[in-house]
């Protein structure tokens, strides 16, 4: 069957023809672009950077090359030599033919500046859309000549005019002469004269050049072919809109692949021999993970990023060996292209989306190319951990964008490279010599072998701040809760595929019997009767304005306080609607689109460290205000406190709405009244369930987890419960202001009363443990809802705030006694003899006394 050839569309409206080697045209295709200084792209069918290939002949393109380049040298000037690529096209490229070398270490050249790294070069590339690169080897003699100096081979997708080629040769032969260079490349589209002028400058210089390329041709362009191409450029984009990118169609998953530690990303730094075998080495294992989480994946593309080209592309040809699916390889990129949907043009879609490696030269679109259309059922997005940040996940982010392609995405992320020198430590000396079999289980000391499960506890050559980095980004609404994604961020593992709930008795005969911890399982989510639905919405239509005074008093006293734009961090699950109304009241009044995120807390276990780390590396911790519900007697506000103690920068002070148990010093009110939304479990609360932390669900890099009740979305009332408090915030904003100015001016140090009474109750009642003792309402709702409890107390004469705490009682056939003199408005008690449910200070079960 012929095929089109995708320059067809370009040669027939510009008049531009591309002659050459018979080859060529399966080499190349034609697209168009918006660039001052050349309006065609030539567009390779083998390079992976555009068009999706099969990686095994991406690599084996390059690979041959190097090849070429070890006969041409002969093995004793090939063992001598160094590879250098550029960025961003051929990273992947030169690295491959590093490969056909066999022995030769390899550095390509960078736009990403990196603290701590010397430059030993740089040069301009004429034509293309980002010029300047930099060279930034770890190894400061990696470049240096010396007698024993081999060639250094440069590596190009294309030769067009040799510019590029002068630029580097002239910038590095001033400062690391050598008698020879070698220059690679897939087609050398030169015309005579350039190749004239290469030659001359040879010359000039006294080195030999030799030029090895898979195929010779030439782009015959017509008079004034700049200025039609731009025109034609500007036609098309103004006729064509850009579609609405399509709703995710899934969520991303997370794939850890476990990459050789001490190996680096890529050849930013230099990548030696040594680093090659134990990539080698490795590439098996990770393909094997990748392959598992694809699943039953027919069609499959692995898309790298950006100079991220070599380590994405070798998984892709290791996965090809590990699975029968149809694997391609393509990566994104900086350059804009026009895309035509067209069978005889070479870009026929384009996705758009943000930077989200935080670039030097600034923010800016990023693209990907023939991805959408191209009949993926999964894509493994890789990138390295300086490109893992808010923005990638963000809702117009690379990871949305392909979600909306494909009905699975898979995200797996490869440590960015910091070398030594740059953190202090004197680099270790590029190693030339490739291991042998007999060796290659013992990598050199340059190289940090993956611990096993013997040496686990050996360190790390990753920094703090890097785990952090590499740390997930939140989870967020549609895909996990059923929050917007704007509303909050969890920083969780989703856990929702793992059975985790059980009877509530059959639960807590596991904790009595075992000492398990209660957050190593869940209750099965109460299902409010029709009854209790009626309840809530009639106590939420009673209560709405005033909470939304206490919203309002909390958030105005935090802004005043704390500073122009704090950063909300509730705790999950009870003060996460807490945290969405607080940062809706922000944007309200003040246009302050404050973050917010959602993290664990667990009593005897602390506050999620990873989820801490992922902040500080994220934003300043002097900025973050913890956020929760509200106060019972403080056993959480204590627990903060203790885990603060290891983490510098963080305040351990939390703000919450209601405190009746004089707790804290920032809140809304110290008023002891029904807050709706502890009147539900997670229908209330996004349909997120309480948190989980369990040993081999949650390793030393998770987060804590949580699932994500999808099933329950019938009775959500998430978003009513939001709406509702929100649409009294015009209304209550007078008494906002001067409550929160009362409250500044006013002595709001704890008093504590609250544990003063749990004390004396449980001395009463012959409890003899705080921590059977829940006072407050939203405390004694969660003792009906999730335990096995054994007596309400209510204030004499309390109202309509206790109405769904006896429906409640009622139904579990739980007595309530009024008793006088109660600070809180009702408490629940947990019987000391009956411990299915009650939980002491560790948070483990508490036998009978």
């Not at 168009?32 to 792209?41: D, E, F, I, S, V």
């Not at 670039?359 to 191209?374: F, Q, T």
């Not at 006013?746 to 409890?767: L, N, Q």
């Amino acid at each position: 069957m012929d095929v089109e050839w995708s320059g067809n569309w370009v040669a027939e409206r510009l008049g531009v023809e591309l002659a050459g080697d018979g080859e060529i045209r399966e080499l190349l295709g034609l697209a168009l672009r918006r660039n001052p200084k050349r309006a065609h792209l030539l567009v390779s069918n083998v390079l992976g950077k555009h068009v999706p290939q099969r990686p095994s002949v991406v690599h084996a393109a390059g690979r041959e090359l190097g090849e070429r380049v070890r006969h041409l040298l002969g093995e004793a000037d090939a063992a001598r030599a160094v590879v250098l690529g550029y960025a961003e096209t051929a990273t992947g490229l030169g690295h491959a033919v590093a490969d056909g070398l066999g022995v030769a270490p390899y550095l390509h050249s960078t736009r990403r500046p990196v603290e701590g790294v010397a430059q030993a070069g740089g040069f301009e590339e004429s034509h293309s859309h980002a010029t300047s690169h930099l060279l930034l080897p770890e190894d400061p003699d990696l470049l240096r000549t010396t007698e024993e100096s081999g060639p250094l081979v440069l590596v190009d997708d294309e030769f067009s005019t040799g510019n590029t080629v002068l630029n580097t040769v002239r910038a590095l032969h001033a400062r690391y002469p050598r008698d020879r260079y070698v220059i690679v490349a897939l087609v050398d589209m030169r015309s005579e004269d350039d190749r004239g002028r290469l030659a001359a400058f040879a010359e000039e210089i006294g080195a030999r050049v030799d030029l090895v390329a898979r195929a010779r041709g030439t782009v015959l362009l017509p008079d004034g072919v700049l200025e039609k191409g731009r025109s034609l450029v500007a036609a098309h984009e103004a006729s064509a809109t850009e579609p609405e990118p399509p709703a995710p169609r899934c969520a991303p998953v997370r794939v850890a692949l476990d990459w050789p530690a001490g190996v680096p990303d890529g050849g930013r730094h230099g990548f030696t021999p040594v680093h090659r075998a134990a990539l080698e080495a490795a590439l098996p294992g990770m393909a094997a993970r990748v392959a598992e989480a694809l699943g039953d994946a027919r069609r499959v593309l692995v898309l790298g990023f950006e100079e991220l080209m070599y380590a994405p592309l070798r998984l892709g040809t290791a996965l090809e060996d590990a699975t029968t699916a149809d694997v391609r390889y393509s990566t994104t990129t900086r350059s804009p292209v026009l895309a035509v949907d067209d069978p005889g043009y070479a870009i026929r879609s384009r996705l758009v989306f943000p930077a989200h490696d935080d670039p030097a030269d600034g923010p800016g679109d990023r693209y990907a190319y023939n991805v959408a259309g191209g009949g993926f059922d999964a894509v493994v997005a890789v990138v390295d951990s300086a490109a893992d940040t808010p923005a990638l996940h963000a809702p117009d982010g690379l990871l949305a964008r392909l979600a909306g392609h494909t009905d699975r995405v898979l995200l797996a992320v490869v440590p960015s490279y910091v070398p030594p020198a740059a953190e202090g430590a004197a680099p270790p000396p590029a190693t030339r010599t490739a291991p042998s079999s007999a060796t290659r289980t013992a990598p050199s000391s340059a190289i940090r072998t993956a611990p096993s499960s013997a040496t686990r506890t050996a360190p790390s050559p990753i920094s703090d701040r890097q785990e952090a980095a590499m740390l997930p980004e939140p989870l967020r609404g549609p895909a996990f809760s059923s929050y917007t994604a704007d509303d909050v961020g969890w920083l969780l593992q989703d856990l929702s595929d793992t059975a985790l709930e059980a009877p509530t008795e059959e639960r807590e005969e596991a904790i009595q019997s075992g000492g398990a911890h209660y957050a190593e399982s869940l209750p099965v989510e109460y299902q409010p009767t029709p009854q209790y639905q009626e309840l809530f919405k009639a106590a939420l239509e009673t209560s709405a304005a005033r909470i939304a005074r206490a919203v309002g008093t909390v958030t105005e006293t935090i802004i005043a306080e704390r500073g122009p734009r704090p950063v909300l961090v509730s705790l999950a699950r009870a003060g996460t609607p807490v945290g969405v109304l607080m940062r809706r009241w922000a944007l309200h009044r003040h246009g302050l689109d404050l973050p917010h995120y959602a993290v664990s807390i667990v009593r005897g276990r602390g506050i999620d460290a990873n989820a801490l780390r992922w902040l500080a590396a994220h934003h300043d911790p002097a900025d973050v205000v913890f956020v929760d519900g509200w106060t019972g007697k403080g056993a959480i506000t204590r627990e903060l406190a203790a885990a603060l103690e290891e983490f510098e920068g963080f305040s351990p002070e939390i703000a919450v709405l209601a405190d009746p148990g004089g707790c804290v010093r920032t809140y809304g009110t110290r008023e002891d009244f029904l807050i709706p939304s502890a009147c539900l479990n997670s229908t209330v609360s996004g349909l997120i369930s309480r948190t989980v932390l369990r040993s081999d669900l949650v390793g030393p890099q998770d987060f804590h987890g949580a699932k994500f009740y999808r099933e329950l979305a019938g009775s959500d009332v998430s978003g009513l419960f939001i709406d509702s408090v929100g649409a009294h915030f015009d209304e209550v904003a007078d008494a906002v202001d001067a409550e929160a100015k009362e409250l500044l001016a006013a002595d709001r140090a704890p008093t504590w009363e609250g544990w003063a009474a749990v004390e004396r109750i449980s001395e009463e009642y012959g409890i003899h443990d705080v921590n059977l003792v829940k006072p407050g309402v939203g405390e004694t709702t969660r003792v009906l809802l999730r335990r096995v409890p054994w007596k309400i107390l209510a204030k004499r004469g309390a109202g309509a705030d206790l109405d769904h705490v006896r429906l409640l009682a009622e139904q579990r056939g739980v007595p309530v006694e009024e008793v006088e003199g109660l600070p809180y408005t009702c408490v629940g008690l947990i019987h000391p003899k009956y411990t299915r449910g009650a939980t002491g200070a560790d948070g483990t079960a508490v036998t009978a006394k």
